[in-house]
Structures are given as structure tokens and as C-alpha cells.
């Protein structure tokens, strides 16, 4: 066993793992639990915002599966791959680039280097065609923590294609038990892709603050009428897209200072945003893209905002014009046709660094956009469900906005459909890692969203290591007491990932630690 560096020592681990195929894994585990020592497990370790590499508290034995990156097997016809925890995104879209770049891969804004298994057992989501990164799970093997092996229903008999044909399988439907839970080890996971679209049109629709509720309306409206065709779709205000677009001025970083109204307002002008931003896609066959298109325009008509359809054609026709007649554009212009095109590069599942740069935002002293953790940069998320109504989403603005002013933070908002009934709201709360001020006031502004957020109703659908106890201790005695038991069963030493999504027993607090 490998001792860390002071990585190690800043996480609150002894060991350090890094096996490189499942036979290794198994043999770790079994000293481990010979020894009663207490262990976590990351994918990657690349989950920003939410913890990334760190246990809940003192772990001895912390397990990376990053060396577990092999892509096990590949139904080219169909588009069902199998993949071990350690696969990244760029690797899955390498791999089908080179393969099969008819299928796309179901990427994030979270970049490149983070794991697929790793996102949609925390039922991660984004905007590409499946939304719902873990509905495209078919079947998968775990190792449970006193040493058993898991299989799917269908897998466990044999029948290891039709296994990934249909999800399900037979009798109770387990797979979905090793999703935000500690009750085993994903070592491998077949999933399905969607296959690349003929055709994709990014639809934007700029409008302002009194057209809101007459937004909310609208974006109901297109998730219910065109389900299949219409991707997730994004409404953000103006302080969450200028976020992706401008520098925080370094005064107001180090003087703890919101944007200023008149910067937030110049730079508005400048990007050509409004005060409420709508993003999203049409996928399909140009006919259908075009059809739909028409149709959308129709159902939008009494909206009173600007609306712009883009496709890739006129992106490119834009940046040539860019190109030979720069003089023409200026830099504002120049950056929103850049985010617009690596916009439909992740629609296309090519992960990109884009949404990573949010990270950085009030990080002085690095800028390599390349990893949040090494670099020092401070975030928080908050993932709040809300449900897609109008009225619901105005009292969730307004409770954020309240919030925001009494802390002096700019509400950074982005609402995404899950589908036609709930959007799920990122706010990403980010602060100067280096000014203790600013980390204290960054988490106070957290946990007050958090807790004012439950008594109005909103509640985050997943949370990180320095939450987790927020929604354990609101467990209902009788669903605690049945995942307890479903623990016991699988890991009686409670050894392995105590308290993660579940109470931790009073006997084991001191050994309180987590996989991400």
C-alpha cells in the first residue's frame, strides 16, 4: 500500500490506490477488509464543484479507477458501448471519432477529463440528445463491499446481449441502487449512445425581465410538444452568461465586491444578451429540423423577445467573414461567435473546456483552465430542483435574488429542463480560495440557500461532500432504517463510504468518508 503525498494529508487519507484492471481492485479490497480499515472510491476524482477527490472526513484508503479506462466492448450497429469507470469523455469521443463517429457521446460542460460512468451514477445531466446521462445505462457489474459480485438481472444468467438491449432486465430493478449511494463499486457500465443528428439548430431567445413568466410558459410548452426533437433547453440571466464571457474585474475579487450595475449593463450591450436568456437545440433530419423550426417560430410569435436560430453553416459563414475582415467585429462579437461554436461542438458530443472556465472566474493567480483542483479555484454548486412553472420559478428567482443581495454576491442562475414537469437550477457559487473572507462568505451563502431553500421547497438533487449532512439528517426514520439494512447486507464492517446519501451510524462517525 502506497503512502500519499500531502495531497493525501489535505483530503484526510493515509493510502493512495491506483489499481490498473478489476483483478487488482478485488485484491486491494480484500486486504482492506482484512484489516477493518475504512476506504472511499473516485472514478477520476474530477467531479468539480462537488468535492472532486475528497471524503467526507478522515478515510484511511483512498481508491482512484482512473487506470480502470478501458472501453470493453462496442455494438457499432446498435450504438451500445461498455465502458470501465476510468473512461473519460475525451477518451469515449476519441474512440467513437475513430470508430464510429456516426454515434455521439452524452457529454457535459465539465470538460474532457471527466468520467462517463463516474457522472451518470450521479445521475449527471446535459443538453445533448440524452439529457438523462444515466437512463442511457443498460445494464452493469459492481463489486459490493464484503466481496460479492453484482451482474444484472440478465447478465447474471448468461445472456449477456440481451442484458444490453433491455435495461430492466427481470424481477426488481437493482442497477438503479448503485446511483448516489455507497453500496458498491461500478467496474464496468454498457450504456447506449445517440446516434449523431443529420441536423442541429441552437435557438436563442433574448427577452426581458416582464417577459419571464411568458418564457417559463413557452419553454413548457416546447419540451411537451416536441419530446425527441427539442434537446434539454437552458434559461439563464444575464449575470450566469456573462460569467462565460468576461473577466471579474480584479479589484472587485480582492475588495469582495459584486459586478457593479454599470459593468453588468455595458457588457449586456456588448454580448448582446438581455436580461433572460433561452438555449436550446433542435435535433434530426434537416427536414424535420426545418419543419420544426417553422413551427417553433409560430409558437413563439406572441413572445415578446428577440429570437435567433443558428446552425453550423452560418457559424462558419461568421467566422470566415471574421476572419478576412476582422477589422469588422469587434472582440465582443468575436468571443460570442467562439462560445456559440464550441456551443455546437458539445452538441455534437466533442467535450470542450467551455463551461470549465466558470470555475476560474475569481481565481487570481491561475488561468491554464485545465483543472479546477490543482489550480486552486474555489466552487460550490447548488442544484436545486424547481418545478417548470411559472409561478414556481418566479418565487425561486426571487428567493435567490433575496439571498444573493444579503450576502453582496451577483445570483449567478441558470435553470435546465429535466423535462416538461421540473427544471433543475444550477447556481455555482465561486469565491478566491486564497482570501479566507471570501471561502467563509461563500459557504455561509450556501448553506443559508440550502436551508431557506428547503423550507420553500427547492431541494438540491445531489449534493457533495460538504453538504451531505444536510439531507441525511432529513431523512424519514422508516426510508433510513430500510437503507440501513440494505447496507448491513452488503457491508456489516461499514467500511466503505459511511454517511454517503444515508445516515452514518453513531459507532462509525469517526470513520465518515465518501466516493465521488
Not at 456516426?102 to 446535459?126: K, M, T
Not at 423577445?305 to 469587434?330: C, D, G, M, T, W
Not at 438540491?460 to 453538504?467: H, I, K, L, Q
Amino acid at each position: 500500500m502506497k503512502n500519499t503525498n500531502t495531497l493525501g494529508e489535505q483530503l484526510n487519507f493515509k493510502f493512495y490506490h491506483q489499481p490498473g484492471n478489476v483483478t487488482e481492485l478485488t485484491r486491494l479490497l480484500e486486504e482492506i477488509r482484512a484489516k477493518d480499515e475504512n476506504f472511499h472510491v473516485t472514478s477520476t476524482g474530477n467531479n468539480w464543484g462537488y468535492g472532486c477527490a475528497a471524503p467526507h472526513s478522515n478515510s484511511q484508503h483512498h481508491i482512484s479507477l482512473k487506470n480502470l479506462n478501458k472501453i470493453k466492448s462496442f455494438d457499432q450497429e446498435n450504438g451500445i458501448i461498455t465502458l470501465e469507470p476510468g473512461v473519460t469523455y475525451e477518451i469515449l469521443y476519441n474512440f467513437l471519432e475513430k470508430n464510429a463517429p456516426q454515434w455521439i457521446a452524452p457529454v457535459h460542460g465539465g470538460g474532457p477529463d471527466c468520467s462517463v460512468v463516474g457522472n451518470a451514477l450521479e445521475r449527471g445531466y446535459g443538453i445533448t440528445p440524452i439529457m438523462d446521462h444515466f437512463s442511457a445505462c443498460q445494464s452493469l457489474e459492481a463489486i459490493l463491499p464484503n466481496g460479492e459480485i453484482y451482474k444484472s438481472p440478465l447478465k447474471s444468467i448468461g445472456l449477456d446481449k440481451l442484458a444490453n438491449s433491455f435495461r430492466y432486465g427481470i424481477g426488481p430493478y437493482l442497477d438503479g441502487m448503485f446511483t448516489q449511494s455507497n453500496f458498491g463499486i461500478v467496474t464496468e457500465m454498457t450504456i447506449k449512445l445517440a446516434p449523431k443528428p443529420e441536423e442541429i439548430e441552437l435557438f436563442f431567445i433574448n427577452l426581458c425581465e416582464k417577459e419571464l413568466d411568458h418564457a417559463v410558459e413557452a419553454i413548457k410548452l416546447l419540451k411537451s410538444k416536441y419530446k425527441g426533437i427539442v434537446g434539454g433547453i437552458n434559461l439563464m440571466n444575464k449575470e450566469r452568461v456573462l460569467s462565460m464571457l468576461v473577466d471579474y474585474p480584479t479589484d472587485d475579487i480582492e475588495n469582495l465586491n459584486p459586478l457593479s450595475e454599470e459593468f453588468i449593463a455595458d457588457n449586456k450591450k456588448k454580448f448582446l444578451i438581455e436580461d433572460w436568456n433561452i438555449i436550446g437545440a433542435i435535433y434530426g433530419p434537416k427536414e424535420i429540423v426545418k419543419a420544426t423550426k417553422k413551427l417553433i417560430k409560430k409558437d413563439l410569435r406572441k413572445l415578446r423577445a428577440r429570437k435567433l436560430f443558428i446552425s453550423q453553416s452560418k457559424i462558419n459563414v461568421v467566422k470566415y467573414l471574421i476572419e478576412k475582415l476582422p477589422i469588422l467585429f469587434p472582440k465582443s462579437i468575436k468571443k460570442s461567435v467562439e462560445s456559440l461554436s464550441e456551443l455546437l461542438e458539445i452538441l455534437n458530443g466533442i467535450p470542450k473546456k467551455t463551461a470549465l472556465k466558470l470555475a476560474y472566474w475569481k481565481n487570481l493567480s491561475n488561468k491554464n483552465y485545465n483543472n479546477p483542483t490543482h489550480d486552486n479555484c474555489g466552487l460550490i454548486w447548488y442544484a436545486p430542483l424547481v418545478e417548470l412553472s411559472k409561478d414556481n420559478v418566479r418565487e425561486y428567482i426571487n428567493f435567490i435574488r433575496d439571498v444573493s443581495k444579503r450576502f453582496d454576491i451577483n445570483p449567478l442562475i441558470t435553470l435546465t429542463t429535466v423535462d416538461e414537469l421540473c427544471l433543475d437550477s444550477t447556481i455555482p457559487i465561486l469565491f478566491n480560495k486564497e482570501d479566507m473572507r471570501d471561502q467563509k462568505r461563500a459557504h455561509e451563502y450556501f448553506d443559508t440557500l440550502l436551508e431557506e431553500g428547503f423550507k420553500k421547497g427547492f431541494f438540491p438533487y445531489r449534493f457533495g461532500t460538504n453538504s451531505m449532512k444536510s439531507f441525511t439528517d432529513k431523512l424519514d426514520p422508516d426510508y433510513a432504517e430500510i437503507l440501513n439494512k440494505i447496507k448491513d447486507s452488503f457491508d456489516h464492517q461499514r467500511l466503505y463510504a459511511e454517511g454517503r446519501y444515508m445516515r452514518e451510524l453513531e459507532s462509525k462517525k469517526k470513520n465518515k468518508i465518501a466516493i465521488i
